[in-house]
Structures are given as structure tokens and as C-alpha cells.
């Protein structure tokens, strides 16, 4: 459904080009939940923002549905964002606006009927349990509850796919856990594909069934969390599973403790 072919980047900053991204080539079916991890620079914002075009992509094709989003002209490009919300680590709300007027803008923006968007407002504070704060300003709100007026405000056009860029980072694991879970059931009741990116294999290991590993500007890794886990080979992979060895599956942990492998350490009881 979504494609992401032979993608690259470079960025040219002070006479110095720097390749930020080299050659991905990523699938994504429709319903999935994908992570896309990678350390800090490696290059993860810039291929999700690739996927709408917030960043044009110097080389590659990025094909929705068929659809070649790399030959769209802004116009088209503007109606096709439409359908695909986005959120944010720091939430990015109006802090001038309500709960409700921020999850409003996008359907004013796109002129919608006023009684309409009192429904549908109502309805997106409803799926993300804000019903009693839709009158509050965002500087009243917990970090937890601005993503989830965040993750209201990016539903509002009823997208099908939802890109999210670090959105858990700011928060603690507690808040964090939430996030992910209303995220999980976003994904599961309305069906919408989840593509986020993130440098916590936690993140990774709570929502995603597929996970993509990202390292200066490639792809080093894609598959199932159980296929990453056994791609012993590579050392970033090693880095990341090491450095989250507390949160493997319990189920691989499982593997891990009768066929033990180089660089990877079963979790002990
Ligand atoms: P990540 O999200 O994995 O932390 P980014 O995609 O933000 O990585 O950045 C990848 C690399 O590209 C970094 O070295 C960053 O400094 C560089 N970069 C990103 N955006 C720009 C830009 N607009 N201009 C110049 N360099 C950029």
C-alpha cells in the first residue's frame, strides 16, 4: 500500500553535502503498525516527512495506493496530506486555542459545515478520552493528555495512515504506555496504518509488528521484531537489542535462553 522506493536525501549546509538518506526501499501494508528505529542523526524524521513530502526526496518514488506521491503537484499534493495525519514529540498545539479549537482547525480549515464539526470534534474527544477538557487551554494539560489532543487534532480528517515522529520521547514510561496503547487501538478499531519512528526498542517492542532499523542514512535492517532479533550480524542491531535487552518479549526471551546468541543476553528471572 505504502512504498517507499530507492528514496534518497542530501542536505547541503555551509558548501558541505551530507547524505541523510541513501537508497530505502520500505513496504508498508495497509493496518500495519511499523517502527522505524534508529540512534539520534540517523536520519528517521527525514524519511517519515519523505512519505508526505514534507521532504522532497532527491531520488525514488514514494507510491500510496498507486499512486506516485513524487509527481504530484502541490495542489494535489495539498489534498492528499489530508489523509495522512501527523504527530508530533513536542504536540506542536495553538496554545491560544481550546482543546476544541485545536482539534477543530483542520475541518475549518478545509470549510466544513460548523454543526459538523461539533460532532466530529465530540466524537475525536471521545476516542481519545478528553471529553470533560475540550474547554481548557493546552497550557492546563499534562504532556500526555496535549498528545492526545495532538493525535485528536491529526484524525479530524479521518486519515488512513498516521506518521509519528517520536511522539512518546517527551513523556514518562507510565504516559508513554498510554500513548502507545491509544495508538494500538487507534490502529485496531479504525483501521488506520501506523508508521512511527523511534530511538527506544520499548517503543518498538509494545506496538509494532514490523520494525525497520535505520543507521546514517540506511536501512540496515527490516522485517518482523523476531526476524530483527535474529539478524545477530549487525552491530547496530546488537547495539539496540543490548541496549534494551530488559524489554524483549517474553516469548524471545524464551528463545534466547535455549539457543543463546553472540552479542544477545536472555533476560534472567
Ligand atoms: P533522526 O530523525 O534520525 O534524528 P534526521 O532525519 O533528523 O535524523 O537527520 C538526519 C541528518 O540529516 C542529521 O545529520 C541532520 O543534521 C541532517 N538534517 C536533517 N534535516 C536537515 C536540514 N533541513 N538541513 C541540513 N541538514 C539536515
Redesign the pocket.
Known sequence: MIEIKNISKT???KKQA?K?LDNINLNIEKGDIVGII??????????IRTVNLLEKPDEGQIIIDGKDFTKLNSRQLAQERKKIGMIFQHFNLLSSRTVFENIALPLELDDVNKDNIKEKVNELLKIVGLEDKAHEYPKSLSGGQKQRVAIARALANDPYLLLCD?ATSALDPATTQSILELLRDINHRLGITILL?T?EMEVIKAICNHVAV?DK?QLVSKGTLSEMITNKENPIIKQFLNSGVMTIPQELNKKLQKEPQDGLFPLVE
Open positions: 542536505f547541503h549546509q551530507f541523510a534508529g540512534f539520534s542523526g540517523a536520519g528517521k524524521s527525514t524519511l517520536e519512528i530511538h535505520i542514512g
